[in-house]
């Protein structure tokens, strides 16, 4: 049978370019074995994002059909009518939609306007036509001027696609897990000059409370977008501005891989969609892409559920599509870099020199000067970043370096190691087959957690000082005459951030934890909520001590509360980790001296990684209290395994 796709003049209507008042040309005939054979192809749904049954983007404005967003089909044929419609010459020829595309791209400041013939199909989807050409015979195409689309390919030039991994950046919600984006080399030799492709959240961070931002992540309730940005910019708001270090994995992609990986991605530019901090964010969405470039590969299939930054890069690695890795520090890796090689007395200058209480010329005669003039260089702007100092006295501080720095000649460059790559890292979904005994039995049983990383955790690629855990528990069937089910403890949520203190940086440490456990009063199981504030201190290569006050509310018939002061270390030499906590708690009973009741718990793990799926965990843990209460003992013995 053969389907002719017929036009009706004045009436059709096409979803997303413009209002035809023109007599379209005519089309080919296509046999409708191959529209059908198109339309249920992975290439064509993923051109769309479709998965399952509907497609992840929700801008009607990325759609030519009414229905687009739901019916492959249907897109298909209002983009091949699409394709072959008279070419627009004045905004009158464009509906709402395409005016607000073209409004919306000529009020950035990119340097380049977008004009009329831009917004024909040919030129707003251009990787749908060549994946249409090499299916379908199209002859006799309009042949609109896609002065944009050309300009701007000028202007990135992409040559190869890298991909970026900006690590956690825990103090700030919509960055727990990382964030990627992909970078499009150019001819230019500095790749700081090339540009990259973002998908975020649109949200004001710094006006957003951490919890309405969490909730309305976790519901869609923001709207993610796609934006090409110089890649300067990226470095300066990751690497300088959060102080996060940044990985870049050059993709083996050839040249027309990333130019249809680049086409498509023009069609994305502005094109809104929902955001879900689980699924839907920028890890998944950039998958997208890399289907699209090489259709041969499938990533997105790869994950159950959860879709988080880390892991995405641990599935790109599994397709072979990373040729080689490069390590961009943070800003604060860099002075910490300065610091282990000056001395207090130098360390004590750079801060004088960065906050302007000393000029540069008053080093002049240092044998060091070089070294605490760029550290001094750094650490001005470290402390701008930080709202420490205003651009007024940045400007003139960080000039005066400049100067002085200038006048020494050059010098060979720090050498800062590499930290292990977060390919290294284990994979995020833990199921732990273990054996545990608590005061009252014995058990056998599971511990499992949803997402991502306990401080118990092997940290190689992976933030040592932070903790990221969703969903966890430990629940196992007791080894007595009459087996029961018993559900030992669960965290709802826990956020712990430990970066350690030096000689010019001095972090603030905290955690948040809320869950259900059977530490407290009573050995019921006993909902709280957590939060702790502190500082960490690194004591050598491989240890680090930190101290938290912890007040905690926890529900016992009534809503009680807590006060814990804890005490840890963290040792971890390669894939061997030993934790130790003390925790002191004091439990006020009806707020007097007589009737507080004290608990000191001493806990310590020994975790042993085999690789980045296995680990075997040992741990106990003690509780004593003051009063009668019976002593409490938790103790386990699992296989972590990572999935």
């Known amino acids: 049978m053969r389907c002719s796709i017929k036009f009706k003049p004045f009436s059709l209507i096409l979803g997303g370019i413009f209002l035809p008042l023109f007599v ?28 399952k049954r509907k497609s992840q983007i929700d801008d009607e404005r990325f759609f030519l059909s009414p229905w687009g967003n739901t019916d492959p089909m249907s897109e298909l044929k209002a983009t091949l009518q699409a394709f072959y419609a008279p070419i627009p010459t004045q905004l009158k020829d464009l509906n709402s939609k395409a005016l607000s595309l073209l409004e919306e791209f000529n009020a950035q400041e990119s340097g380049i306007s977008m004009g009329v013939q831009d917004m024909h199909a040919i030129c707003r989807f251009p990787s749908r036509l060549n994946y249409l050409r090499s299916q379908l015979h199209l002859p006799n195409l309009p042949t609109p001027q896609c002065q944009t689309f050309d300009k701007l390919y000028s ?15 825990i103090n700030s919600p919509a960055s727990m897990f990382g964030h990627n984006f992909l970078l499009f080399n150019s001819k230019y030799n500095s790749r700081l000059l090339s540009y990259a492709l973002n998908y975020s959240a649109q949200v004001d961070e710094a006006n957003t409370n951490g919890f309405i931002f969490a909730l309305k992540g976790l519901s869609g309730g923001y709207n993610g977008r796609y934006s090409i940005l110089p890649y300067y910019d990226k470095i300066k708001e990751y690497a300088y501005s959060e102080n996060r270090d940044m990985w870049e994995f050059e993709l083996n992609l050839t040249p027309q891989e990333t130019l249809i990986a680049y086409q498509h991605i023009w069609e994305l530019n502005n094109i809104n969609s929902d955001y879900f901090f689980l699924d839907e964010n920028c890890a998944s969405n950039l998958l997208w892409i890399l289907e ?6 499938n990533l997105r299939d790869s994950f159950p559920s959860v879709v988080n930054p880390p892991q995405t890069l641990h599935i790109i690695q599994d397709a072979k599509l990373i040729s080689k890795t490069i390590y961009r520090p943070s800003k604060q890796n860099k002075i910490r870099a300065y610091e282990k ?11 004088q020199i960065a906050k302007g209480n000393l000029s540069p010329q008053g080093i002049a005669t240092h044998p060091n000067q070089i070294l605490i003039l760029e550290c001094s260089a750094e650490l001005v702007e470290f402390y701008f970043m930080k709202q420490q100092l205003s651009l007024n006295q940045y400007q003139e501080i960080a000039h005066n370096i400049a100067n002085a720095r200038s006048k020494l000649g050059t010098s060979q460059e720090i050498a800062i190691s590499a930290p292990p790559s977060p390919l290294q890292s284990h994979r995020e979904f833990l199921i732990s087959p273990t054996f545990f005994t608590n005061t009252k039995n014995h058990f056998l049983g599971f511990e499992t957690r949803f997402t991502y990383h306990g401080i ?8 040592k000082e932070t903790s990221i855990e969703f969903l966890k528990a430990l629940f196992g069937i007791s080894l007595e005459q009459n087996p029961k089910l018993y559900l030992q403890e669960i965290t709802i949520l826990k956020l712990q951030s430990l970066p350690t203190i030096s000689t010019l940086i001095h972090p603030i440490s905290y955690q948040f934890q809320m869950g259900a456990s059977r530490d407290f009063l009573n050995s019921h199981l006993t909902f709280y909520l957590n939060g702790g504030v502190g500082a960490s201190m690194a004591l050598g290569e491989h240890f680090f001590a930190y101290y938290l006050f912890e007040p905690s509310l926890y529900i016992s018939k009534i809503p009680q509360i ?4 804890t005490l840890g270390g963290v040792f971890e030499a390669s894939r061997f980790k030993f934790l130790i906590t003390y925790h002191n708690t004091l439990y006020p009973q009806n707020f007097s001296s007589e009737n507080f009741i004290i608990s000191n718990a001493l806990k310590a793990s020994i975790n042993l990684s085999i690789n980045s799926h296995c680990a075997l965990n040992f741990s106990s843990h003690l509780i004593f209290f003051n009063k009668s209460l019976p002593t409490r003992m938790l103790h386990k013995a699992q296989i972590r395994i990572y999935l």
Not at 34 to 48: Q, V, Y
Not at 292 to 297: E, K, M
Not at 343 to 351: D, G, M, R
């Open 562 to 565: 807590a006060v814990t002061n």
């Open 24 to 51: 379209f040309s005519k089309p080919p005939t296509f046999q409708q074995a191959d529209l059908n054979k198109i339309a249920k192809s992975r290439e064509w749904r993923n051109l769309l994002h479709f998965d």
């Open 155 to 169: 202007k990135i030039s992409p040559k190869s696609i890298t991909l970026i991994f900006a690590s956690g950046h």
């Open 341 to 351: 090689m000056l001395s207090l007395a130098e360390l004590y200058l750079v801060k």
């Open 292 to 297: 699209i470039a090489r259709p041969s590969i």
């Open 456 to 463: 118990e955790d092997s940290s190689i690629g992976i933030q």
